[in-house]
Structure formats: C-alpha cells, structure tokens
C-alpha cells in the first residue's frame, strides 16, 4: 500500500508556542488529506480536510485560527497547532488517498503541551 | 448523518479463542466500510475494507468481516485470537469514491488472556 510519513513522531512544547506537523504521501499524489485528532483512549475525530491549492475545510468546533493547515503541494500537507495550550495535547494523525479509494494513514505525531 | 457505533468499549478473549468484533452503521447509501488496528502508541493499519461484491472480506492477520446490508453491519471475526491481537480496533466508513472523509466508530479494545 501507499506510504504516508509524519513529522515529528513526537513533540513537546511550552505552553503559547506555535508547532509544526508535516505529513508527506511518499509514493503517491494526494489532492485531499485529512487530519485527525485521537484524545487518550478515544477514536479519531476529523479536524479538517486539506486541499491542494486552496483552503481548507475544518470540521465544525475546530478552531481554523488555531490549527493552520496549508497543502501546498501534492505530497505535503502542513498542521501549525498556534499558541498551544495543554489542552491541545494529543494524538494528530494525517492521511491522503489522492483518487484511490482508500485512505493511507500517518503513524501520527504526539504532542506534548506543557 | 453519517455515523458508526462499535457498542463493545473493551472485550476480553482467552488464546486461541475465537472473536467477533462488532460493527453498526448509518448512513444514506452502502459506504466503504473498513477495519482498521492500533497498537498503543502508534498509527493505523488497514486490516480490510468492503467496497462492494463479496460480502465476505478476508483481510491480514487471519481477519475476516462480513457485510450484512439489511442490519447495517460490518463485524470483524477471528477464529484463533492470537495474544499479539491485543490492540484497539476501529471500524469506519467513507463515502464511495475516492479522497472523501473516513468517520471512525469509538473503538474497540481487545484484551487477550493467556
């Protein structure tokens, strides 16, 4: 199957400093991507999805201020957590299925909000 | 709306022992359906996903799922639960087509006693 990376695996931070996550489809060409957030022993809830080319589209409660995503390629889409607080502690996992018909998941990044 | 339930938090299975995962959903049409594993801390596999045809999906690691359109389910079995099972498990629908949206039922965590 298709390959998505994710960077950092993991990341810690003080509180009111801005976070940058990459996800990368190493094989394949993804117009669409996806990000999620997965809280501690619960599933993943869609945050937003990343266009190339234009804006994104969050989900509603997903403040778009706070989570900047920017798709400025067909093989990277960028999640820019702002000023984070610890509540902003979680699980991000991207992934991008391009035309095919099956998503391809990140290994997602931990981040850690002091 | 589009949504998936997966009413088992956590289920327990001895070795050996056989196991049945279950999963319900709703939604206007037939969507992709899929299984996906988590181990602690890490991403997403795909184990097997339904898109049409055999309603009888044979997935990796020994799963299987069987598609039922009239109760809306999709439920992951197993014959011989092996203990490097143990993980959490997510079933989760997209519309058909490509590059659309997954939604993620809450999960569920099997636990494999020896």
């Known amino acids: 199957g298709a390959v998505v990376s994710q960077h950092p695996s993991r990341v810690i931070c003080k509180s009111g400093t801005s976070v940058k996550i990459e996800c990368r489809s190493l094989?394949?060409?993804?117009?669409?991507m996806f990000w999620y957030r997965q809280f501690p022993k619960q599933s993943l809830m869609l945050m937003a999805t990343?266009?190339?080319?234009?804006?994104?589209?969050?989900e509603q409660g997903v403040e778009k201020d706070k989570f900047l995503i920017n798709h400025a390629s067909l093989t990277l889409s960028t999640l820019t957590v702002t000023s984070a607080h610890p509540e902003d502690s979680s699980f991000y996992i991207c992934?991008?299925?391009?035309?095919?018909?099956?998503?391809?998941f990140g290994p997602g990044t931990r981040l850690l909000v002091l | 709306a589009q949504s998936v339930t997966q009413p088992d938090i956590h289920i327990t299975v001895s070795e050996g022992a056989s196991l049945e995962l279950r999963c319900n959903y709703s939604y206007g049409a037939t969507p992709y359906l899929f299984w996906y594993v988590q181990s602690p801390g890490q991403g997403l596999q795909l184990l097997l996903k339904y898109f049409s045809g055999d309603t009888l999906v044979q997935g990796i690691k020994g799963f299987e799922a069987e598609f039922k359109r009239s109760q809306s389910s999709f439920n992951l079995r197993k014959p011989s639960v092996h203990w490097s099972d143990a993980a959490e498990y997510f079933c989760?629908?997209?519309?058909?087509?490509?590059?659309?949206?997954?939604?993620f039922g809450a999960g569920t965590r099997l636990f494999v006693k020896a």
């Open positions: 990343s266009n190339e080319g234009s804006k994104a589209t969050y």
């Open positions: 992934s991008g299925g391009g035309d095919s018909e099956t998503q391809y």
């Open positions: 989760a629908v997209a519309p058909g087509g490509g590059g659309f949206k997954t939604i």
């Open positions: 094989d394949f060409q993804a117009t669409t």
